[in-house]
């Protein structure tokens, strides 16, 4: 895992720690995804190493182009390492009208027909990135929970699926012809879809089932080794973090492996069949 700035690089398996890990301290309700390709920068542009020289040349475009900062959430690149890019509290900048409740996702490339060949490192990484997402923001893997630019039009971001073609007026093709066999509905229903449900069938069933979820309702909780205050605190959250509770004990949660914290300072939003996943 390396860092600059706000920008956080980690192979796939860094980053699916690093999802494991991540506490929702926010309120923005995560409805859907979407998918882009760069277009420029591409392949071409990659040498193997200029990882964070791309995230900052892309955030230097977006910012002359009154965006802001970065407009995308995650940039995954063609060796397989996933960048962290903007914060998950602050909607995206990505398809006109529908970037509420959307988490951007950029993927480094040229991927229309006839340009860059997409690496077998890359495309693992971008199916696992969006199974992990879905799986964190319990989305049910669909073409509204997982969208593609070309799927709305470029002057009023109305959806229309481009009439199913490839390549159509008032369009983009992002994310590429020729991402993961195509851009339309059918491509996804047949070539992505059914990788994203695998990959999440799989996280589910090879993960410890969660017992309830809730929110912490104190300024500020101390995390703990074990279930008392003998135990050594090893960490802080914050009010509002999203927490999954996988055991209870003395009044006592364990929201991760070792990590406990006192009960009557989490809120319990639910606890339903839903959350026993």
């Not at 959250?237 to 006592?252: G, P, R």
């Amino acid at each position: 895992m390396q860092q600059q700035g706000k920008f956080i690089l980690m192979n796939l398996s860094e980053f699916e720690d690093y999802m494991h890990n991540l506490q929702i301290y926010f309120t923005r309700k995560i409805n859907h995804l979407q998918h882009h390709h760069t277009h420029v920068p591409s392949y071409k542009n990659f040498d193997g190493k200029n990882h964070f020289a791309r995230l900052a040349a892309m955030e230097r475009y977006h910012v002359q182009n009154n965006l802001g900062q970065i407009a995308q959430h995650y940039t995954t690149f063609p060796d397989g390492q996933i960048a962290v890019c903007r914060s998950l509290s602050i909607i995206p900048a990505g398809i006109k009208r529908h970037n509420t409740g959307g988490i951007c996702i950029e993927n480094i490339g040229n991927f229309d027909l006839g340009h860059d060949v997409m690496t077998n490192a890359q495309r693992e990484s971008i199916i696992k990135l969006t199974a992990l997402l879905c799986d964190k923001f319990n989305l049910e893997p669909s073409l509204n929970s997982i969208i593609y630019h070309h799927w709305f039009r470029q002057t009023d971001g109305v959806r229309d699926d481009a009439g199913g073609k490839r390549i159509l007026e008032n369009h983009k093709t992002c994310p590429g012809t020729n991402f993961f066999g195509g851009n339309t509905v059918l491509d996804f229903q047949t070539y992505f879809l059914p990788g994203v449900q695998r990959t999440m069938s799989f996280l589910k069933t090879h993960k410890e089932p969660v017992l309830m979820k809730g929110r912490v309702s104190v300024s500020q909780l101390n995390v703990r080794k074990g279930p008392s205050k003998s135990f050594q605190k090893i960490e802080a959250i914050m009010k509002n973090t999203l927490v999954s509770i996988y055991e209870t004990k003395n009044n006592w949660y364990r929201i991760d492996k070792a990590k406990w914290v006192y009960a009557e300072y989490i809120s319990v939003e639910r606890q339903s069949k839903a959350y026993q996943r």
